[in-house]
C-alpha cells in the first residue's frame, strides 16, 4: 500500500516526476555507455596483442659480459617444459642499399620455417633461401618490390616477399627491417643470438617457462635476462582500467546533476505536502512511516530511471563503438554486463541518497505545524 | 470511566518578542460517552485545548491523561500510538489524502496499525455504509462534495474503533443540510457505540447536540453548562 501511496503521489506531479526520471535516466546511460566503449577500446588494443602474450623474450646479459644467447642454451630452452617454440634471431644494423635507397636497418637472421611462423607475406612469399623478405614500411618509402634486388653489406638478396604491416611488437618488428637466412646472416655479420623469442604452450604457464629458463640458464651466473610479454598486457589492462574510470568519473557528474534535481523535486514535494504529513501523523503514521514514503518515491524514480538507462546505454555503447573504434563486436562482451549492473546500481543509489534528505525532513514535522500549514 | 483529565494545564507560545498565554491553568475533566462542546470566540483558546487532548501538542505546565495514561512523558512513538487507537481526528477541511478513493482513505488508519488488507477493506466498507457512501468507494476526495467528505472523514475518524472522537469545527465548510446529516453521525456514535465526543465550535447551534458546554475565553474556562 506504501508502495502504491508512493506510486500515485508521484503520478500526481507527472511532469516533474518525468523529469526526474529523465535526468537519472541521462547520467546512468553516459555511465554504463562510457563504460562499455573503455571496454571495447581496452577489448580492441589487447586484440593485438594476444597472439604474442603468451611469448618471453631471453637475452644476453649484458652487463655480465655476455653479447650473445649460445646455441646450446637454445637448445636447452626448446627441451624445457611447456616451451611451445624456442625461435633464435640474430640481429644487426647493417649497410641496404637498392635503387632509390641507401640506409643502415635491421637486419634479422632467421630459419625459414621461424619466419613463417612468425609473419605473413603481403606480396610474394616468404622465401630465405639466397632471396629475403622485407618489412611493408621499408618497402614502401624505398620504392621495393618482389623480384627486385637489393645489397645488404655489398651482398646481393632477390627480394621473395613484402611482409604485411604486424602493428606494433615487441619482439621483432619487421616493418622497417629485411629478414634473411640465418646462413646468408653469417656470410655478412659476425653478430650471434640476440635473443631468443619463446612460447609458451598456454597463457597461464609463462610463469613456469619463465623460472625454468633462469634455473636452467642462469644457475652459475646470471647469462641471460628474461622478459615477459604479458607484463605489457598487465600494463595496458592498468592504463584502460585508470582511463575509463576517469571517463566515469566526467559521466557520473551528469548523475550528480540529477541527483540534485530529484532532490529539489522531492523537497518541493514535500514542501506541499507538509498538511498531508501532518494528517498522515495525527492519524497514526510513525515517523519511519513518512520516511518509508517519501524513500520509497525515490526509489521508483531511481529504478524507472536507472533500467530504461542502462537499456539505452546499450544503443548509447553501439553507437560511440560504430562512431569511434568502427566495430561493435565487443558492445555484447560479458564486461558490458558489468557496466549494465554498475550504472543502475549507481544510478539507484544516486536517486536514493538524493531522496533521504527531503524524506528525513518530512518525517521530522511535527504533526501539529505540519497540521497548522497552508 | 474518566477518558480526559486536564489538571492546571497552561500552554504559552513564546517568540521572540512576545508571549502569548493560549491557555491558563485549565482543568477539565470529561467522561466515557460524554459529547462535550467547547465553544467560544476565535483566540479563546479553543484549538489549543483540542490539539492538547489529541496529544497532538504538550503543555506548558500542567498534566493531561488520555484513557488514564500520562502524555507528558510519552515518547513520539507511544504518543503516535495513542493517537491512532484511542483518538479518532475530524478536521474541518476534512483532509482526506488527495490520491486515494474514499475507501483507501478509510483504510490508512489501519494500514497503519498493521491490519490485514481484507479485514481493513471489510471495515472500511462497513464503515462507509454507516456514513452512508457505499456508492462512492472508490471515488476520490475531489470527486466528492464538502458534505460526503467530511462523511468520509468521520468513517477514518472511527476506522480504528476510537474512544475518543475529536471534532474541530466539523461543520465549519458545509452547507444547513450536510452540516446537520455529519452532526447526526457523529451524535449516533455517541449515542449508540457510546464514543466520546469532544467537539469545538463558534457555531450555537450545535450546543444542542452536546451533554455539556464549556466555554472559553482568554484560554479560560469561563463555565460549564450541563453535565
Same mark, same amino acid.
Given at each position: ?13 507527472? +511532469? ?35 597472439? +604474442? ?172 635476462? +628474461? ?100 566495430? +561493435? ?46 | ?26 482543568? *477539565? ?144 465548510? *458545509? ?30 447551534? *450545535? ?21
Amino acid at each position: 500500500m506504501y508502495l502504491e501511496l508512493a506510486r500515485r503521489n508521484l503520478q500526481r506531479a507527472k +511532469v516533474r516526476s518525468l523529469l526526474a526520471v529523465i535526468g537519472i535516466l541521462i547520467g546512468v546511460m553516459a555511465v554504463s555507455a562510457i563504460g562499455i566503449f573503455g571496454e571495447s577500446l581496452k577489448a580492441t588494443v589487447l586484440e593485438n596483442f594476444e597472439d +604474442v602474450a603468451n611469448e618471453l623474450i631471453v637475452g644476453p646479459n649484458y652487463y655480465a659480459g655476455y653479447r650473445y644467447v649460445d646455441e646450446k642454451d637454445v637448445n636447452q630452452i626448446e627441451k624445457l617444459p611447456y616451451v611451445k617454440s624456442a625461435i633464435p634471431v640474430k640481429s644487426d644494423t647493417l649497410l641496404v642499399e637498392s635503387k632509390k635507397l641507401k640506409a643502415y636497418l635491421q637486419i634479422y637472421g632467421l630459419s625459414e620455417k621461424d619466419a613463417e611462423e612468425l609473419f605473413d607475406a603481403e606480396k610474394g612469399v616468404i622465401r630465405l633461401k639466397g632471396s629475403c623478405v622485407v618489412g611493408k614500411n621499408l618497402a614502401d618509402t624505398g620504392d621495393i618490390k618482389v623480384n627486385s634486388k637489393i645489397t645488404i653489406n655489398g651482398r646481393e638478396f632477390r627480394v621473395a616477399g613484402i611482409l604485411e604491416d604486424t602493428g606494433a611488437r615487441f619482439d621483432i618488428n619487421p616493418n622497417t627491417a629485411v629478414i634473411i637466412s640465418q646462413d646468408d646472416f653469417s656470410k655478412i655479420s659476425d653478430k650471434g643470438y640476440t635473443m631468443v623469442i619463446v612460447k609458451a604452450d598456454r597463457l597461464d604457464h609463462v610463469d613456469n617457462v619463465k623460472k625454468a629458463i633462469e634455473e636452467r640458464l642462469n644457475s652459475r651466473e646470471d647469462k641471460v635476462y +628474461v622478459f615477459e610479454l604479458s607484463i605489457i598486457l598487465e600494463r595496458i589492462n592498468e592504463a584502460f582500467a585508470q582511463i575509463n574510470t576517469f571517463l566515469m568519473a566526467i559521466a557520473s557528474i551528469s548523475l550528480l546533476v540529477a541527483g540534485v534535481s530529484i532532490l529539489n523535486i522531492m523537497l518541493m514535494s514535500t514542501i506541499e505536502r507538509t498538511k498531508e504529513i501532518g494528517v498522515m501523523r495525527a492519524i497514526g503514521a510513525y515517523r519511519v512511516t513518512i520516511l518509508k514514503i517519501f524513500l520509497l518515491e525515490a526509489v521508483i524514480l531511481g529504478i524507472i530511471g536507472s533500467s530504461i538507462g542502462s537499456v539505452l546505454s546499450l544503443a548509447g555503447g553501439y553507437a560511440i563503438d560504430y562512431i569511434i573504434l568502427q566495430n +561493435v563486436k565487443y558492445v555484447f562482451q560479458p564486461g558490458t554486463l558489468f557496466y549494465l549492473i554498475l550504472g543502475f546500481s549507481v544510478g539507484l543509489t544516486t536517486a536514493v541518497v538524493s531522496g533521504l534528505y527531503p524524506a528525513w525532513r518530512a518525517s521530522r514535522l511535527e504533526p501539529i505545524e505540519a497540521l497548522r500549514f497552508e | 470511566m474518566r477518558v480526559v483529565e486536564l489538571v492546571d494545564v497552561s500552554k504559552i507560545y513564546k517568540t521572540e518578542f512576545y508571549e502569548v498565554k493560549a491557555l491558563e491553568n485549565v482543568n *477539565l475533566e470529561i467522561e466515557e460517552g460524554d459529547f462535550a462542546v467547547i465553544m467560544g470566540p476565535s483566540g479563546s483558546g479553543k484549538s489549543t485545548l483540542l490539539n492538547l487532548i489529541g496529544c497532538l501538542d504538550k503543555p506548558t505546565s500542567g498534566k493531561v491523561l488520555i484513557n488514564g495514561i500520562e502524555t507528558i512523558n510519552l515518547s513520539d512513538k507511544e504518543l503516535t500510538e495513542l493517537r491512532r487507537d484511542t483518538i479518532g481526528f475530524i478536521f474541518q477541511t476534512y483532509n482526506l489524502i488527495p490520491t486515494l478513493s474514499a475507501l483507501e482513505n478509510v483504510e490508512l488508519p489501519m494500514i497503519f496499525k498493521g491490519i490485514s488488507k481484507y479485514e481493513r477493506e471489510r471495515r472500511a466498507k462497513k464503515l462507509l455504509g454507516i456514513v452512508g457512501l457505499e456508492r462512492e468507494m472508490d471515488r476520490k476526495p475531489n470527486e466528492l462534495s464538502g458534505g460526503q467528505q467530511q462523511r468520509v472523514a468521520i468513517a477514518r475518524a472511527l476506522a480504528n474503533d476510537p474512544k475518543i472522537l475529536l471534532c474541530d469545527e466539523p461543520t465549519g465548510n *458545509l452547507d444547513t443540510k450536510s452540516g446537520e446529516q455529519v452532526m447526526d453521525i457523529i451524535k449516533e456514535q455517541n449515542e449508540e457505540r457510546g464514543v466520546t465526543v469532544i467537539l469545538v465550535t463558534h457555531d450555537p447551534t *450545535l450546543a444542542k447536540y452536546g451533554n455539556f458546554i464549556i466555554r472559553l475565553r482568554d484560554g479560560k474556562i469561563e463555565g460549564i453548562e450541563g453535565g
